[in-house]
């Protein structure tokens, strides 16, 4: 039978789930996908990938999780800044932490754990573009400066430890998938401008002919920072050529950016009547991506599917970070010299090649008479990192900075090596019409290996393997149309990095970017989930609501040395536990769209251990503290609630406001509760945002962000000030223990224009 002239019914067994999701797309319908493995490509999706490779996805009533999903529209309809700003104003136990100082850089948490640009944050979540994992494999950090936000068509935010996502997937995964031309043809321009000097030029076109499709995405964004010392120059570009008939389909894409960033890190609690200030400076990160991915399936039988990807990806970072010398005044015991050198800068490098490839087969085929979807896959990822590292005498100036007063000196030049190789399986079966059973599992094998290239530290060198079989299993109930209950529990697990590998011992704390030590290895996490949950839809109403615990064996810590506030060590510290509650409601009244997402998180230590950190008001005299079973972990809000509003005056006005609050958080370093100054209070921002349509094709939009400009902290950590006087001079004898705060930014406001053609 050719692919021209194959049966409705036969195919019907194959697209269900694209063909749900195209009728809920209205006056959409006629640019739903032909062929349904790239229905999670629409701009309104019903359709869950539960599996790492884009394949026929699973349809959401059958899903057994809380998974949150956001089309294109959404980020068009609030011109968020970047995609870390859209992830903290929308999801449910979503937050977010500015320790970077820089918009670009922040620190995303869900469900408290944490997908971070800075090497040496423990990271536990998995992040995706079009089925290829981005987590970089040196230190698993996401940079979320490197794609441009016009690209992106839709994003899912998949709870849960699911196995299938692999390595990292502790709390959850998000899974980005890009826009092509065959769905989002015609192009558009876009200028902005506004506060701290930002100005913005985004550029869109994409198109069909016959078989063949494009798209293009391009945005360059200059700023001078709301602060002192923390511009921004982001340059971002994906492209994507495709090949799309009934049976098959391809994808070749290139994603580049070239970016420097500028950060203004925390700032002394006493230093907030000017918060514009920075402690000391410079600190930039210059960034430069270069990927290329190759997405390919094949229906094999029209109830086949077998579906394959490959990615070459070329990453470099180049970091110059200025830090006080916690040395100064030590006395060396072999010449008698003290140390006189106030500051160091710190300047390190990452060249970094990975790449990969993944396999997976779906078979639609009915099982004893009822329907049945299994799939099969394999993936393999390795990737080559050379890390090193100079650090470079120097002075304070009046303002803070760091003034050279000798030659860089080599520290640390090491390679390593990650390899992870994964088989996976996935069963989604009928039970009943009303009844749904999903079992999975992944057995993944890691290994690291750490070579020092120096000549001067051979113990560096070192071989680390960590492999396990991680199981799923969930239940789901319809009962009726529009109502769906459900249950699951699966396990997940994340290896260490070669940077926690060498940075373990607590007589030789690191600093972070980490110099290299040869330590002692750390033991991979493992984590557990339970989640019992519902939703439902009814005409313009929906909600849903989850309950769920997260339990982490061996979970890993960066333990503060209590001295400088980026210098410690990683550690296993036994037990920690998550366990929540979830609620979300949305309807629509007449031109009236409000949604409301409410979170409670509690984020606790299970085991006790002991942690330095004299910067503790409550440390005893060696500063240490005990932190027991039940404390807080830090950075993790109890409570966090969200609320959209989208008002349509008009067909050519719109309007919509976004309300964030967070509770009160605890410092890093007050891991017990109990330093005097450890919590950080809470907030509430709100944001505004709104687009005039004034001519065929011509939109005015513009937001405003923080409209009531408050001073408020979203991140904190205890340190010492060593400028503890009324000006600021450098007095390490005198220095303050006292909470380092990550700002928010203040009120900012863009306007822009925007012209789309078809």
Same mark, same amino acid.
């Given at each position: 039978?050719s692919?021209?002239?194959?049966s409705?019914?036969?195919?019907?067994?194959?697209?269900?789930?694209?063909?749900?999701?195209?009728?809920l797309?209205?006056?959409?319908?006629?640019?739903?996908a032909?062929?349904?493995?790239?229905?999670?490509?629409?701009?309104r999706?019903?359709v869950?990938?539960t599996?790492?490779?884009?394949?026929l996805?699973?349809?959401?009533?059958?899903?057994?999780?809380?998974?949150?999903?956001?089309?294109?529209?959404?980020?068009?309809?609030?011109?968020?800044?970047?995609l870390?700003?859209?992830?903290?104003?929308?999801?449910?136990?979503?937050?977010?932490?500015a320790a970077?100082?820089n918009?670009?850089?922040n620190?995303i948490? *869900? @469900?408290?754990?944490t997908a971070?640009?800075?090497?040496g944050?423990?990271?536990g979540?998995?992040?995706?573009?079009d089925?290829?994992?981005?987590?970089?494999?040196?230190?698993?950090v996401?940079?979320?400066?490197?794609?441009?936000?016009?690209?992106?068509?839709?994003?899912?935010?998949?709870?849960g430890?699911?196995?299938?996502?692999?390595?990292?997937?502790?709390?959850?995964?998000? &899974?980005i998938y890009?826009?092509?031309?065959r769905?989002?043809p015609?192009?558009?321009?876009?200028?902005?401008?506004?506060?701290?000097?930002?100005?913005?030029?985004?550029?869109e076109?994409?198109?069909?002919s016959?078989?063949?499709?494009?798209?293009?995405?391009?945005?360059?964004?200059?700023?001078?920072?709301?602060?002192?010392?923390?511009?921004s120059?982001?340059?971002? =570009?994906?492209?994507?050529?495709?090949?799309?008939?009934?049976?098959d389909?391809?994808?070749?894409?290139?994603t580049?950016?070239?970016n420097?960033?500028?950060?203004?890190?925390t700032?002394?609690?006493?230093?907030l009547?000017?918060?514009?200030?920075a402690?000391?400076y410079?600190?930039?990160n210059?960034?430069q991506?270069?990927?290329?991915?190759?997405?390919?399936?094949? *229906?094999?039988?029209?109830?086949a599917?077998?579906a394959?990807?490959a990615?070459?990806?070329?990453?470099?970072?180049?970091?110059t970070?200025?830090?006080?010398?916690?040395?100064?005044?030590?006395?060396?015991?072999? %010449?008698?010299d003290v140390?006189g050198?106030q500051?160091?800068?710190?300047? %390190?490098?990452?060249?970094?090649?990975?790449y990969?490839?993944?396999?997976? =087969?779906?078979l639609?085929?009915?099982?004893?008479? @009822?329907?049945?979807?299994?799939?099969?896959g394999?993936?393999?990822?390795a990737?080559?990192?050379?890390?090193?590292?100079?650090?470079?005498?120097a002075? *304070?100036?009046?303002?803070?900075?760091?003034?050279?007063?000798?030659?860089?000196?080599p520290?640390?030049?090491a390679?390593?090596?990650?390899?992870?190789?994964a088989?996976?399986?996935?069963?989604? *079966?009928?039970l009943?019409?009303?009844?749904?059973?999903?079992?999975?599992?992944?057995?993944?094998?890691?290994?690291?290996s750490? @070579?020092?290239? %120096?000549?001067?530290?051979?113990?560096?060198?070192?071989?680390? &393997?960590?492999?396990?079989?991680?199981?799923a299993?969930?239940?789901?109930?319809?009962?009726?149309?529009?109502?769906?209950?459900?249950?699951s529990?699966?396990?997940?697990m994340?290896?260490?990095?070669?940077?926690?590998?060498?940075?373990?011992?607590?007589?030789?704390p690191?600093?972070?970017?980490?110099s290299?030590?040869?330590?002692p290895?750390?033991?991979?996490?493992?984590a557990?989930?339970?989640?019992?949950g519902a939703?439902?839809?009814?005409?313009?109403?929906?909600?849903?609501?989850?309950?769920?615990?997260?339990?982490?064996?061996?979970?890993?810590?960066?333990?503060s040395?209590?001295?400088?506030?980026n210098?410690?060590?990683f550690?296993?510290?036994?037990?920690?536990?998550?366990?929540?509650?979830?609620?979300?409601?949305?309807?629509?009244?007449?031109?009236?769209?409000?949604?409301a997402?409410?979170?409670?998180?509690?984020a606790?230590f299970?085991?006790?251990?002991?942690?330095?950190s004299?910067?503790n008001? %409550?440390?005893d005299a060696?500063?240490?503290?005990?932190?027991?079973?039940?404390?807080?972990?830090?950075?993790?809000?109890?409570?966090?609630?969200?609320?959209?509003?989208?008002?349509?005056?008009?067909?050519?006005?719109?309007?919509?406001?976004?309300?964030?609050?967070?509770? &009160?958080?605890?410092?890093?370093g007050?891991?017990?509760n109990?330093d005097?100054?450890?919590?950080?209070?809470?907030?509430?921002?709100?944001?505004?945002?709104?687009?005039?349509?004034?001519?065929n094709g011509?939109?005015?939009?513009? @937001?405003?962000?923080?409209?009531?400009?408050?001073?408020v902290?979203?991140f904190?950590?205890?340190?010492?000030?060593?400028?503890?006087?009324?000006?600021r001079?450098?007095?390490?004898?005198?220095?303050?223990?006292?909470?380092?705060?990550?700002?928010?930014?203040?009120?900012?406001?863009?306007?822009g224009?925007?012209?789309?053609?078809?």
């Amino acid at each position: 039978m050719s692919p021209t002239h194959r049966s409705t019914g036969n195919r019907r067994s194959v697209v269900h789930v694209a063909l749900a999701a195209c009728a809920l797309l209205g006056s959409h319908a006629a640019r739903c996908a032909d062929n349904p493995a790239e229905a999670l490509e629409l701009e309104r999706v019903e359709v869950i990938g539960t599996t790492p490779l884009p394949g026929l996805g699973t349809p959401l009533k059958d899903v057994p999780a809380n998974v949150q999903v956001f089309g294109s529209k959404d980020l068009a309809r609030q011109r968020p800044g970047s995609l870390s700003g859209f992830l903290e104003n929308n999801p449910t136990s979503v937050t977010v932490n500015a320790a970077q100082g820089n918009p670009y850089q922040n620190d995303i948490s *869900f @469900r408290g754990f944490t997908a971070s640009p800075l090497l040496g944050v423990p990271q536990g979540l998995s992040v995706f573009q079009d089925g290829i994992r981005i987590n970089e494999p040196f230190g698993d950090v996401v940079n979320w400066d490197l794609l441009p936000s016009a690209a992106i068509a839709s994003v899912q935010l998949i709870p849960g430890s699911n196995p299938l996502f692999g390595l990292n997937t502790l709390g959850g995964a998000l &899974a980005i998938y890009t826009k092509s031309g065959r769905q989002y043809p015609g192009g558009s321009v876009e200028v902005s401008g506004g506060s701290f000097g930002r100005g913005t030029v985004t550029l869109e076109q994409g198109g069909v002919s016959g078989p063949w499709d494009y798209y293009l995405a391009g945005n360059v964004s200059k700023d001078r920072g709301w602060a002192q010392h923390n511009p921004s120059r982001v340059a971002q =570009l994906f492209a994507k050529v495709g090949y799309e008939t009934e049976r098959d389909n391809v994808d070749v894409s290139l994603t580049s950016a070239s970016n420097r960033l500028e950060g203004a890190q925390t700032l002394p609690l006493s230093f907030l009547d000017d918060r514009r200030q920075a402690y000391t400076y410079p600190d930039v990160n210059r960034n430069q991506l270069a990927m290329l991915a190759l997405k390919g399936s094949h *229906f094999v039988r029209d109830d086949a599917l077998i579906a394959g990807s490959a990615y070459l990806r070329r990453y470099r970072n180049k970091n110059t970070s200025s830090n006080v010398n916690d040395d100064f005044g030590a006395v060396d015991p072999d %010449s008698g010299d003290v140390d006189g050198v106030q500051a160091l800068n710190d300047r %390190s490098a990452i060249d970094q090649t990975s790449y990969g490839g993944a396999l997976q =087969l779906t078979l639609t085929q009915p099982l004893a008479g @009822r329907p049945n979807q299994f799939v099969i896959g394999v993936s393999a990822d390795a990737g080559n990192a050379r890390f090193t590292q100079e650090s470079q005498p120097a002075s *304070f100036d009046a303002s803070r900075g760091t003034v050279p007063i000798g030659d860089f000196a080599p520290e640390t030049d090491a390679r390593t090596r990650t390899r992870n190789f994964a088989v996976y399986a996935m069963n989604t *079966f009928t039970l009943h019409e009303l009844w749904t059973l999903t079992a999975s599992g992944r057995y993944n094998d890691n290994q690291v290996s750490i @070579r020092d290239q %120096s000549g001067t530290s051979p113990d560096l060198n070192g071989d680390h &393997a960590f492999s396990r079989f991680n199981p799923a299993l969930g239940l789901n109930f319809n009962p009726v149309p529009g109502f769906t209950s459900y249950a699951s529990y699966n396990e997940g697990m994340r290896a260490p990095t070669a940077m926690e590998l060498t940075c373990a011992d607590p007589s030789a704390p690191c600093k972070l970017p980490n110099s290299f030590l040869a330590d002692p290895p750390l033991k991979m996490v493992v984590a557990r989930t339970i989640e019992v949950g519902a939703r439902g839809k009814h005409g313009e109403t929906s909600w849903s609501a989850a309950i769920y615990r997260t339990e982490l064996s061996d979970d890993i810590q960066f333990v503060s040395s209590g001295n400088a506030i980026n210098a410690g060590f990683f550690q296993n510290v036994g037990k920690t536990r998550r366990q929540g509650v979830e609620l979300t409601g949305a309807t629509q009244w007449g031109p009236l769209g409000v949604v409301a997402r409410y979170g409670y998180l509690d984020a606790t230590f299970v085991s006790g251990f002991v942690e330095h950190s004299p910067a503790n008001s %409550s440390a005893d005299a060696n500063g240490d503290i005990v932190v027991a079973g039940g404390n807080r972990i830090p950075g993790i809000p109890q409570h966090t609630f969200r609320v959209r509003l989208d008002y349509s005056a008009s067909k050519a006005l719109t309007f919509g406001a976004n309300l964030v609050a967070n509770s &009160a958080v605890r410092s890093r370093g007050d891991e017990n509760n109990q330093d005097v100054h450890g919590a950080v209070p809470g907030y509430a921002l709100v944001h505004f945002d709104g687009i005039w349509r004034f001519a065929n094709g011509w939109e005015l939009f513009g @937001r405003i962000d923080n409209v009531f400009d408050r001073d408020v902290a979203n991140f904190g950590i205890l340190g010492r000030n060593v400028f503890p006087s009324p000006g600021r001079t450098f007095d390490p004898a005198n220095a303050v223990a006292e909470p380092f705060l990550g700002l928010v930014a203040p009120r900012g406001a863009w306007i822009g224009l925007r012209y789309a053609w078809k």
